[in-house]
């Protein structure tokens, strides 16, 4: 079954309606970038794509599916103030934002996905492995963290006070080096990175260069931490 409309947003309605959205929460992104939907894959809600106003199938949809939260996701350059207010006659309307995709990304970690022993850290600065990469950090129960080369402070900042020891990072060391990765895990000078498709240890980091895995455990007494 094809499902498709004439723009992206059409087509995100299409999907939507398919999935049976009748309530629940929602998460509302800009259509005209990728970072804050790509963050948003690993929440298991429901996304809404917008532009610069609701058109009137938007609202027929959000009228169909109220009674749940409403999570605006990125800054008002993303998501504009006129879409924050109009979403309001539909439920209660949080924004989640940060000064640029990185923190963005953090904020959406931290306000959707509890305690967590793995991460998925992913190239923030182009689409593809994230977009494959979203399902498998739902099956991990862990959050999807837009990182790269330079920009990781924000992911650091995020697991290493949260103790989470174990994770993936997708994609080659040419987006995210192992230098990066040992600083976003924690991980000694010179530990172990496991490529797929090797076994991973417990407490195992992992660098994935296609789109599943096995859940890494975090189970050694004395593993980061």
């Known amino acids: 079954k094809r499902l498709a409309g004439a723009t992206r947003y059409e087509t995100n309605l299409e999907i939507l309606k398919e999935a049976g959205i009748a309530g629940g929460d929602i998460l509302v992104c800009t259509g005209k970038n990728f970072a ?4 948003s894959s690993a929440v298991n ?4 794509l917008v532009k610069d106003s ?4 938007q609202k027929d949809m959000l009228a169909s599916a109220s009674g749940g939260n409403i999570y605006v996701i990125g800054g008002t350059s993303a998501v504009n103030e006129r879409i924050e207010n109009a979403l309001k006659a539909y439920g209660n309307v949080t924004r989640i934002s940060g000064a640029d995709r990185y923190k963005t990304s953090v904020g959406i ?14 190239y923030g600065l182009n689409f593809p492995d994230g977009l494959s990469g979203g399902s498998l950090a739902y099956t991990l129960k862990a959050p999807l963290i837009l990182t790269a080369n330079g920009k990781h402070g924000d992911a650091k900042a995020y697991t290493n006070p949260n103790g989470i020891c174990s994770g ?15 600083e976003i895990f924690a991980m000694p000078e010179g530990s172990q990175i496991v490529h797929y498709p090797a076994e991973l ?6 660098r994935l ?11 050694e007494a004395g593993n980061i931490a």
């Open 45 to 48: 809600k429901p996304v809404l």
């Open 109 to 122: 970690a931290r306000t959707f996905i509890g305690s967590v022993d793995n991460a998925v850290a992913v």
């Open 201 to 206: 240890p417990a407490c195992g980091h992992s």
């Open 168 to 182: 993936a990072v997708l994609g080659g060391s040419g987006l995210i080096s192992d230098k990066v990765v040992r």
């Open 209 to 219: 260069s296609a789109t599943a895995a096995k859940a890494p455990t975090c189970t």
């Open 54 to 57: 609701l058109t009137s199938a």
């Open 36 to 39: 804050d939907g790509l963050s």
